[in-house]
Every structure is written in structure tokens, then in C-alpha cells.
């Protein structure tokens, strides 16, 4: 299994429109071989932002490689930085493998 995690700090103020947009969204993820599932997590405020982790869940990292390279994957990527003005920084990617013990 492999954890895609992106950290959004957004704008405090702007929380209810990134969660609009995040829910309403064109994913593509549903049509990925390997996707498992997804969903979106709200952390701390602070005086400037909310923290956000959207949690994506892959079968395997080749899975999560493979759509990463995908024409789905820049589309939702547009969809990221056209509404840059939510976001304190830029999103922040963390990949976890799980380990076998």
C-alpha cells in the first residue's frame, strides 16, 4: 500500500471556498488502476491559516507513479494552481510506503 499526502496551509477566511472547490473537483482518481480511495483531512489554525491533508490511498506506489504521470494528473493540477490565491506556499507532498514487518 502507498499514502499520498498533500499538506494545503490555506488562508484563514478561505476555508469554506477550498472546501467547496476540493469536493467539487474533477478528480480522474476513480478511473486510476490501483486507486483506492481518498479523502480530506482539516488540522490546526493558526492567525494566517487552517491546515488541510488530502489523503489518497493507492494499491502500490507504481500505481500512484503511474497516474502522477498521467494526463488526469495535470488536470488536477490545474485545478490547484488556478486557485493559488487560497494558499499560503504551495502544496506540500509527502509518499508513504507501508512497511512490512
Do not use: H
Request: some cysteine; glycine content about 6%; hydrophobic content about 30%.
Amino acid at each position: 500500500m502507498f499514502v499520498g499526502n498533500n499538506r494545503f496551509y490555506v488562508r484563514r477566511g478561505s476555508e469554506k471556498e477550498f472546501e467547496r472547490i476540493w469536493t467539487n473537483r474533477e478528480s480522474f482518481l476513480q478511473e486510476s488502476e490501483g486507486f483506492i480511495s481518498i479523502n480530506l483531512l482539516r488540522g490546526t489554525t493558526t492567525s494566517e491559516s487552517t491546515l488541510y491533508i488530502s489523503n489518497s490511498i493507492w494499491k502500490s506506489r507504481i500505481d500512484f507513479e503511474n497516474w502522477k504521470n498521467s494526463d488526469n494528473f495535470k488536470l488536477t493540477v490545474k485545478t490547484t494552481t488556478r486557485n493559488k490565491a487560497l494558499y499560503i506556499g504551495f502544496p506540500n507532498f509527502e509518499g508513504l510506503q507501508e512497511v512490512d514487518c
